[in-house]
């Protein structure tokens, strides 16, 4: 029997009262680079790496324009640079041209931009514009299936199945609560259920 989803949420939203974004940004662009660079490693690990990126390229005009070799001293320490780097270049590239140099605020230009997926576009819209999205990440989609909200492992099947338990203002907020929750106590290794404050709506306590 799946867990009520709402009522999951109001939980761990007492649990967690201080989930959140835990990229630190403040634009849009940042919160864009961020993401894109979150891939494959910590939040801890890009909050390292972005006030020096951010102090040397403030904008889409300035990355746009930065040498390949620079960004890629700066992105070393996260893995996969040389393909970030490519991926910086390109979305801020795409953002002087076809946007003016400003994020746009809506799905389907954000995944116009090179290296940006629905994933990335949620968070930004989420979190950056107050528009409600899920974001699918391994959290969120690991603790959908555990919870009995969906069995599906595709994300954006994941996304449409979590879009139809939960209210639509509901969406960031909730996928910040499961993120945290992940991370701090439902960890794929060894789920601390003893400790869940929504054990008793587990379907899979102990497994």
């Known amino acids: 029997m799946p867990a009520n989803a709402v009522i999951v949420d109001d939980i761990l939203a007492q649990a967690y009262p201080d989930a959140r974004c835990e990229l630190d940004f403040s634009s849009p662009f940042e919160l864009l680079v961020a ?3 979150s891939a494959q490693t910590t939040d801890v690990r890009v909050n390292q790496v972005t006030p020096e990126l951010f102090a040397r390229f403030a904008g889409p005009k300035e990355m746009a324009a930065a040498k390949r070799s620079e960004l890629e001293e700066i992105l070393r320490p996260l893995g996969f640079f040389r393909a970030k780097t490519t991926s910086l270049l390109g979305l801020s590239v795409a953002l002087v041209e076809g946007f003016a140099g400003e994020v746009p605020a809506n799905l389907a230009d954000l995944v116009s931009l090179p290296g940006v997926g629905r994933k990335t576009a949620n968070v930004v819209l989420g979190n950056a514009f107050g528009v409600p ?19 599906e492992t595709d994300p954006l099947k994941v996304e449409r199945d979590l879009m139809a338990l939960l209210p639509e203002e509901r969406w960031t907020d909730a996928c910040h609560r499961l ?18 404050p929504v054990a008793q709506l587990c379907p899979r306590v102990g497994v």
Request: aromatic share 4%; proline share 2%; glycine share 10%.
């Open 35 to 37: 993401t894109v660079l």
């Open 133 to 151: 999205g899920i974001t699918v990440d391994t959290h969120v989609g690991r603790l959908s299936r555990r919870l009995g909200y969906t069995a």
């Open 179 to 196: 993120i945290f929750h992940g991370r701090r106590c439902c960890t794929a290794r060894r789920p601390a259920c003893e400790a869940c």
